[in-house]
């Protein structure tokens, strides 16, 4: 039978199958948003794709879907005493059920938006992700600066979405809509944030500082211990174990017991306590604000007294905090696998890894020429416990450092030395040692 013959085709010519997905729509907002509220969503923002906010992520939505020319950002909130509880266990099923919701809300919604003749896509709150691109940007959409854009909240010093009403305890969603929107939202004009320290005070490795800043491989290492690389590392352990009894001197029979649970039921949070202690939103601050000493005796020192153990990274500043913050802990240093594949990933990753204390004594310049596989030239200064990394060679450096791009990796990755490597001429020095090795410790070994 010929395509033009097939029963399908005459009917859907004939107008009778399906509606003409080809012609743009222009969706009302208000429609729109009422849609995914009656979906369950408890509140949502619509942004064009067009707009400055997205500007550093647009490539890789439309990579996802090219038609993308709305994104509707929208949220769940979570029980707040779930998440304020000492019980990981109880807090990780309120995370897991609400971002259920919201990927069941998207797809429903997408599925409405299909019916009106409306081409949409759902990309996931959280996972599954694109793992194929680990350790490099495994997500397809990045759901907090588009709801900061939507107008849904603005980010904490704590890296959270703050929504003006419910506060930090939401979570988001994002949908690529093709159709043009009758209005758009805007970000609202102040932020929720108090500054009030709190999350400071009870992150167990001091991620993020009192002046705002954040070290990434120290969340990274301990909250999602259970995630992507800490499961690398515990493969890893088994790996190398020579056996049962030597496996039980590296792993403990509750954190294998742990990891099953995360494998049956879905990754765990080692922490997040950051979003348990925060007292900001309408809802959420009354409270707080009557009764700041019963805020911290309830929600705060629980968590800075439980007894648990920290995993953190060897010449971490997150080892260092957690030893002299929570002596009480067990602190237990683990592999680190945020270690690129590429040079273009290490000069990328280099910010999320630096340790800004082990840093303290350095002020340098470094010129990195890679030759081989991947030729790439670069400057990292670091300054005043800040690293700057910069395209091409800029100023005048205090140490040059030509290497065999396939070598320099392996040596990031442990997979070669680096004596081995100067003496083979592989990595090549223009500059004292001594900064090579001041480079080194400003990063976790």
């Known amino acids: 039978m010929k395509l033009a013959e097939h029963p399908a085709v005459i009917k859907y010519r004939e107008g009778g199958a399906t509606k003409d997905s080809q ?21 949502v923002g619509v942004v064009k794709i067009d707009r400055p906010e997205v500007d550093d992520q647009r490539e890789d939505i439309l990579q996802a879907f090219p038609r993308t020319r709305v994104l509707v950002s929208y949220i769940v909130r979570m029980n707040r005493e779930s998440l304020r509880t000492p019980a990981r266990s109880i807090a990780n099923m309120e995370f897991h059920h609400a971002g259920d919701e ?58 959270n979405v703050i929504h003006p009403r419910f506060g930090n305890f939401i979570l988001l969603g994002t949908l690529l809509v093709d159709a043009e929107v009758s209005e758009q939202a805007q970000p609202i004009d102040y932020n929720p944030c108090l500054e009030c320290k709190l999350c400071v005070a009870a992150c167990p490795v001091g991620a993020i500082s009192p002046t705002g800043d954040f070290n990434f491989s120290a969340c990274y290492t301990h909250n999602y211990r259970e995630f992507m690389g800490g499961f690398t590392d515990w493969t890893e352990q088994v790996a190398e174990a020579k056996g049962a009894i030597d496996y039980r ?87 680190n696998t945020l270690r690129p594949n590429t040079i273009e990933g290490f000069l990328l990753g280099a910010s999320l890894v630096f340790q800004p204390e082990k840093s303290a004594n350095l002020s340098a310049r470094y010129h990195f020429s890679f030759t081989g596989e991947e030729e790439h030239k670069a400057t990292i200064t670091i300054r005043d416990k800040t690293i700057r990394i910069e395209e091409g060679h800029i100023g005048k450096p205090d140490l040059q ?45």
Not at 265 to 289: H, T
Not at 305 to 313: A, D, N, Q
């Open 23 to 43: 012609a743009l729509q222009t969706l009302d907002a208000q429609w729109l948003q009422k849609l995914v509220l009656d979906a369950g969503g408890d509140d």
């Open 102 to 159: 919201i990927n069941e809300i998207g797809r429903a919604v997408v599925r409405t938006l299909e019916e009106q003749g409306v081409k949409a896509l759902n990309p996931a709150m959280g996972f599954p992700m694109e793992m194929e691109k680990f350790p490099g940007k495994v997500w397809v959409v990045s759901h907090k600066p588009i709801a900061v854009a939507a107008g849904l909240g603005k980010m904490g010093i704590h890296r």
């Open 249 to 335: 001197s590296r792993v403990t029979d509750s954190e294998s017991a742990s990891m099953w649970q995360s494998l049956s039921f879905g990754a765990n949070y080692k922490a997040a306590y950051c979003l348990s202690v925060c007292p900001a939103g309408e809802e959420v601050i009354g409270p707080y604000l009557e009764d700041k000493k019963a805020h911290l005796r309830e929600n705060v020192r629980p968590l800075q007294e439980k007894i648990e153990t920290v995993y953190v990274l060897n010449n971490s500043d997150a080892a260092e905090h957690a030893r002299k913050r929570f002596p009480h802990k067990q602190v237990k240093q683990v592999g």
């Open 401 to 445: 450092i030509t290497a065999d791009a396939k070598t320099w990796i392996g040596f990031l990755r442990k997979e070669k030395n680096i004596v081995w490597a100067l003496l083979r001429r592989k990595v090549r020095l223009n500059g004292p040692l001594k900064l090579l090795l001041a480079f080194g410790n400003c990063f976790p070994q």
